[in-house]
């Protein structure tokens, strides 16, 4: 929001600088994005308040030796005027009109030696000396706007025009105090939609200062016809479009004689071209000129064009009917689009159809076009999150939307309608209907708030007594309905809808009181006892045990669609309901999803496009709907996901591809951290490719914790990765909700033995049927604390091993706490391993 600070001293004074006051509103809440200074210190280009005035044409005559250039004789302040030699073709039209001085016509002159910007040179600064145009010598230049750096218009000279609504104007005034200006730049979030006006910032800058506010007159002068019987509204959503005001305006002047649009005076061009509007003609100027100043959008049909259309569906009564969009209904709005509408899309219609987008846009038919003298203007109240929505479902964008997205309250309606209306007498030659429409449809409830001062000095910080804050508060338009010495009742202003309970009139006092006044303070309530939050800390602990495994955390979309998670399962599909979003913000983001590997294969297969290595994981949630329940389960899921390289290529080894061991030693180390103990049990899975798939238990239970495997090759093909034919997919999806309920928080710490460690190898011939992990197990519990560790590294059947067996070979790892092993212990523990194999597993040992 632009606010000029020249148009801001209308209706509070303001006696800081621009920078000072930038500060202050900053301080209090709204935010300053930058001040822009014009003409005056600071500014790219200050104008020299001794060679830069404001000029008085006089008169205007042709150049006795060129077509293209004239004569201007301008009173600067000087005992004479100053003739200036030019070539705008704006006065050309006054070449010959004798004497001029009546018509009040000013602009910007400058004298030898001041600085301007040179729009033949790139606008750089450049200094003016005197030379002779033509025979006559010419010291001194009119201006146009890109020569002063105010605007882009070089088409002529820059012609302001005394009038009653302009600053005193005296021929050799500094142009710095009739244009000299300077812009404060305010980021509207949508908590401070109270200050998208420049009433709204005026009413600030007041409470803050201690300045009075001065409102604009709202008083319409009502001399026409009565609006009468000659227009009607009706609303199907109240809730959306709460009140509705119009007034006919009418013998407004558009457009000249010549068919030229008619401007606005060239002080409401200027506020409005500072303000960052370009003007137009004269009743889109003020249109926008209100919106600015009051904050309320408002909106002017052509009403001779609603006329004719009445003329053909109630014999011309205009009815005008806000509703929601029709079923394929489409509007044209200001800006040449087409929209297709949506359901929810509320309008402005009548029984011949739509005629503008309600809160946002106009429609093309209906808008003032250049023919126009009869004007219904609006203005209405609109549902700020319908509105949102509906600029964003439309890609629609609008400074009215803008504001009604953030909150415009009701009661405002009936304030920007007046405003603009006798703006539209006084400016375009209007003649205001007597009485107007006012369709207050659902008028809210005003809103009151009890303070209590206990709470209010706790929470602020401050010793105020209640009278003090009832001040402060009263600065800001609160009404104080009750007041004692503990506790106010105020009623809150209806611009104010952001204000909602007892902590936002804290918040209110201490702004216009000054943060910075809020004194340093020792905390005084007592800490509350500082708990751990379990769940979040081992979660933490398994993200940095696989970061430490080389993986890299990813956090992907909780929204998918049903068909990008069937890409996961092959040739069955997931038939359990989804929770389904009411109005998503794409189309692929449109249910909560079941399978987090599936988002995580998603990634995968889009960086498998530029990288030769991927190892990610992502812990996160699936949702599941519960049919005796009112939300859905939320169910902590990890998925991992490998592929590509094992590591880089080096002189030392050549790379190899990732496989199913090297997905598995990453799960049994983020097992081992968190003191697990698991079994592999092979298993089907429509994820995973056939025989290089297992199931994770925890061990001694029948608990399944996961699945791991070789993700299946038409798996992969269906999510498009671009790997080699013979380049294995990793892939594991594990319940992270059971690995932080069953990780171990206390554990025995081991001592680090001093003495040697002995390593031999045994290797024992088995059933087919009987896993490793059995086998690991078995010669674990018969070594006993002794054996340190037992790794499998070979597994054979074939030339010297019966049919149906299998030879698995293990190095065995020996170490005492408290002693040197002698051959005779290891030899003991051999054969104690032996025989407990052969009697569980029925094992013998390959010689």
């Known amino acids: 929001m632009r606010v000029p600070i020249s148009w801001l001293k209308e209706y509070v004074d303001v006696d800081i600088s621009a920078d000072e006051l930038a500060d202050l509103i900053t301080n209090a809440g709204l935010e300053v994005e930058k001040v822009e200074k014009i003409g005056i210190d600071g500014a790219e280009l200050v104008w020299d308040r001794e060679k830069i005035l404001l000029g008085h044409i006089l008169r205007v005559e042709d150049h006795p030796d060129a077509d293209t250039l004239v004569l201007a004789h301008v009173d600067y302040g000087a005992d004479e005027p100053k003739v200036v030699v030019t070539g705008a073709p704006n006065l050309k039209p006054f070449v010959g009109k004798g004497d001029l001085t009546d018509q009040q016509l000013y602009g910007a002159i400058i004298l030898e030696g001041a600085t301007y910007l040179n729009p033949y040179k790139d606008n750089k600064p450049t ?61 509207i979030i949508p908590n401070v939609a109270r200050a998208a006006s420049i009433i709204g910032v005026a009413r600030e800058v007041a409470a803050l200062t201690g300045k009075t506010l001065r409102y604009p007159d709202y008083n319409v002068v009502q001399e026409g016809p009565s609006i009468a019987g000659k227009v009607k509204i009706s609303t199907e959503n109240p809730e959306l479009n709460p009140r509705f005001v119009a007034y006919l305006i009418e013998g407004v002047r558009v457009t000249d004689d010549e068919g030229n649009a008619v401007p606005s005076p060239w002080w409401m061009q200027r506020r409005l071209e500072l303000a960052g509007q370009r003007p137009k003609n004269v009743v889109v100027d003020i249109s926008n000129y209100v919106m600015l100043e009051v904050g309320q959008p408002n909106h002017t049909f052509d009403y001779d064009f609603l006329k004719k259309r009445a003329d053909d569906y109630n014999d011309g009564e205009i009815h005008l009917i806000t509703r929601l969009a029709h079923e394929n209904e489409t509007l044209i709005t200001l800006d040449e689009k087409e929209h297709q509408l949506y359901p929810n899309n509320i309008l402005v219609t009548d029984p011949a159809g739509n005629l503008s987008l309600g809160g946002i846009m106009g429609g093309l038919n209906s808008e003032i076009a250049d023919n126009t003298t009869n004007v219904l203007l609006e203005a209405a109240a609109w549902n700020f999150i319908n509105i949102r929505h509906s600029q964003r479902q439309l890609a629609t964008h609008s400074e009215a939307g803008f504001r009604f997205s953030r909150g415009v309250h009701p009661s405002q309606a009936l304030l920007g309608a007046q405003r603009a209306a006798e703006l539209l007498r006084t400016l375009a030659g209007g003649t205001v209907a007597q009485g107007h429409i006012d369709e207050y449809f659902a008028p809210p409830e005003p809103v ?32 104080i309905n009750e007041m004692d010495e503990n506790s106010l009742l105020a009623t809150v202003p209806d611009h104010r809808i952001d204000v909602e309970g007892p902590h936002d009139l804290v918040e209110e006092f201490c702004r216009v009181y000054g943060y910075d006044n809020v004194p340093s303070t020792v905390i005084a309530d007592v800490l509350p006892p500082q708990r751990g939050n379990r769940e979040y800390e081992v979660e933490s602990r398994i993200k940095d045990t696989l970061v430490k495994l080389g993986l890299q955390e990813i956090i992907t979309y909780r929204l998918t669609t049903a068909e990008a998670e069937n890409k996961a399962l092959l040739e069955t599909e997931d038939d359990r309901p989804y929770i389904t979003l009411i109005n998503p913000s794409t189309k692929e983001r449109v249910v909560m999803r079941h399978n987090l590997l ?25 949702y599941i709907v519960d049919e005796d329940e009112q939300l859905p389960r939320e169910e902590a899921r990890l998925g991992v996901v490998m592929t590509g390289v094992n590591s880089a290529e080096s002189w030392q080894s050549a790379p190899r591809q990732l496989d199913f061991y090297d997905l598995k030693g990453v799960l049994d180390g983020l097992f081992a951290d968190l003191h697990l103990t698991v079994r592999y049990e092979a298993a089907t899975h429509p994820t995973f490719r056939p025989g290089r798939t297992a199931k994770i238990y925890l061990d001694g239970t029948q608990k399944m914790i996961g699945t791991v495997g070789e993700l299946h090759p038409l798996v992969a093909e269906q999510y498009d990765m671009r790997i080699d034919d013979d380049q294995p997919v990793l892939a594991a999806t594990l319940d992270l909700a059971t690995l932080i309920e069953k990780a171990a928080d206390d554990f025995d710490l081991a001592t680090i033995s001093q003495y040697e460690v002995i390593r031999e190898d045994i290797a024992v011939v088995v059933d087919q049927g009987v896993e490793s992990a059995e086998v690991t197990n078995v010669i674990g519990k018969a070594g006993g604390f002794l054996l340190k560790d037992a790794t499998l590294f070979d597994v054979y059947a074939g030339e010297n091993i019966p049919a ?35 009697a569980k597993l029925g094992a013998t040992l390959r010689e």
Do not use: W
Request: charged share 30%; aromatic share 4%; proline share 2%.
């Open 127 to 187: 200094i003016l000396k005197g030379k002779a145009l033509r025979g006559i010598y010419n010291d001194s230049m009119l201006c146009s706007q890109v020569e002063l750096g105010i605007g882009d218009d070089h088409d002529g000279i820059m012609i302001l025009q005394k009038d009653a609504y302009a600053p005193a104007m005296v021929a050799g005034m500094p142009l710095q105090d009739v244009l000299g200006d300077a812009v404060v730049d305010i980021d």
């Open 448 to 479: 009151r708030v009890r303070l209590n001062l206990d709470y209010a000095q706790k929470l602020s910080g401050l010793s105020l007594g209640m009278a003090d804050i009832a001040e402060l508060l009263k600065r800001l338009e609160f009404e």
């Open 598 to 622: 599936a988002s995580v294969l998603e990634i995968a297969a889009d960086n498998t496009r530029h990288a030769d290595r991927i190892a990610i994981f992502e812990a996160g949630h699936e």
């Open 804 to 838: 149906g067996k299998k030879s698995l070979a293990y190095h065995l790892t020996f170490q005492s706490p408290n002693k040197t092993l002698k051959d005779k212990d290891v030899v003991k523990l051999r054969r104690k391993i032996s025989g407990t194999l052969k």
